[in-house]
């Protein structure tokens, strides 16, 4: 497997196109390209944010892979992401605006069809189909560029994450409700990045960052732009050079398990690795989580009672909150009320996805451990 790593110092064009142009030609992926293709390019927007913040993919990362898909002369280019919350035209338009993708136009349409389609999952174990967002489907390539982030619930979120954004609008958190238990949910995100199977994945690391992501934490600046075809081993890559134990992440322990990540076949071409990094923050709400230096047959039931005993709650900072209901809107357990201006959670029936949080424009929530 190949994994290519270039050092950008910072969201320049001229800095990053030039990454790109060696990561593209690294991997032979202009062998790929034919005139006539629909490329799909699948960024995160989770929220509307400004990509001074390292909560989105950096439109200049985007812009630079359209510029490089020009040069092939591939012309058909599509934005097409479902973010957090609604997916309609309202809600996108603002998504778009707020993380500058206005400014990719007209090299590329920011897709405004809001369709899905069901397609069946041939990997499932559970999820027999999945619905997905129509341009996704219509995609002849896919270009995954996703940010590199810590995550309060999966703990990381680079490729295999990201595609979590091709299941449309308020779905995603029914998903969350089916799935409640980290083991499920990310077998049904392997499953879901099986069926999707982007052609090459980048990630987007010049700002990355740690603490309470994917939209709550804090910056942390890796100068780094990643790709590769394999997507599922380079999150083990990702994740070991954030200083966390990509075995200790249930996504990326699984995909080892099941031969889809090869952390012993990756091959690494381009600049130095960086050395002697300070381990990302992680989340407030991540388990302890020791049952990846236990015996495979004993993982499952620690992991399980471990998450008992430290299942950790969102804590409303009240002083923070505006009322404006996004959190309420994404909780799949639908235990969120706005009352008297303000956000009242029952903890009772919560599943600790992190919805909530996830979704707070004014980070009002935050993390609080049981145990
Ligand atoms: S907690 Fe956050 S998302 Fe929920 S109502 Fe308050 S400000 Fe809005
Ligand atoms: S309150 Fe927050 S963490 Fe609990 S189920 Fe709802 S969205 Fe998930």
Redesign the pocket.
């Known amino acids: 497997m190949i994994q290519t790593l270039y050092h950008v110092k910072e969201y320049k064009e001229d800095l990053i196109y030039p990454a790109i142009c060696k990561a593209m030609e690294t991997l032979g992926i202009a062998g790929d390209m034919r005139p006539d293709l629909k490329v799909v390019i699948k960024p995160n927007l989770i929220m509307a944010k400004s990509p001074d913040f390292p909560v989105t993919t950096h439109p200049l990362v985007i812009k630079a892979v359209v510029r490089w898909l020009k040069a092939q002369g591939v012309k058909n280019i599509v934005l097409a992401e479902s973010s957090g919350g609604l997916y309609n035209g309202e809600h996108m338009k603002n998504i778009y605006q707020a993380c500058g993708m206005r400014q990719l136009e007209p090299d590329i349409t920011l897709n405004m069809d809001f369709s899905a389609r069901t397609v069946n999952c041939k990997n499932g174990f559970a999820n027999h189909s999945f619905h997905i967002i129509t341009p996704i489907l219509e995609a002849d390539y896919i270009i995954n560029i996703c940010k590199l982030k810590t995550h309060a619930m999966t703990g990381y979120s680079g490729g295999i994450k990201n595609l979590f954004g091709v299941i449309p609008g308020l779905e995603k958190p029914q998903l969350?409700y089916r799935w409640p238990d980290i083991h499920d949910f990310s077998r049904m995100l392997l499953e879901l990045a099986q069926t999707v199977s982007p052609q090459l994945t980048i990630i987007d690391a010049v700002n990355a960052m740690e603490g309470n992501g994917p939209t709550g934490g804090t910056s942390y600046p890796l100068h780094l732009i990643l790709a590769a075809r394999d997507f599922y081993t380079q999150d083990y890559f990702a994740a070991k050079l954030m200083g966390l134990n990509p075995m200790a992440v249930e996504m990326i322990r699984l995909a080892v398990e099941k031969g889809l990540a090869q952390p012993d076949k990756i091959e690494l071409i381009g600049d130095t690795l960086p050395e002697n990094l300070p381990p990302f923050q992680t989340p407030d709400a991540i388990k302890l989580d020791f049952s990846s230096s236990l015996p495979g047959f004993l993982q499952r039931p620690f992991a399980l009672i471990a998450g008992r005993l430290f299942k950790s709650y969102?804590q409303l900072e009240k002083e923070k909150c505006i009322g404006c209901g996004k959190?309420a809107e994404?909780?799949?357990?639908h235990?969120?009320k706005i009352e008297n201006g303000k956000a009242k959670?029952k903890k009772k029936k919560?599943?600790?996805?992190?919805?909530?949080?996830e979704m707070c424009p004014m980070k009002a929530i935050s993390v609080k451990k049981a145990f």
């Open positions: 969350h969102p959190c994404s909780c799949p357990a235990i969120i959670f919560c599943i600790s996805c992190f919805c909530c949080q």
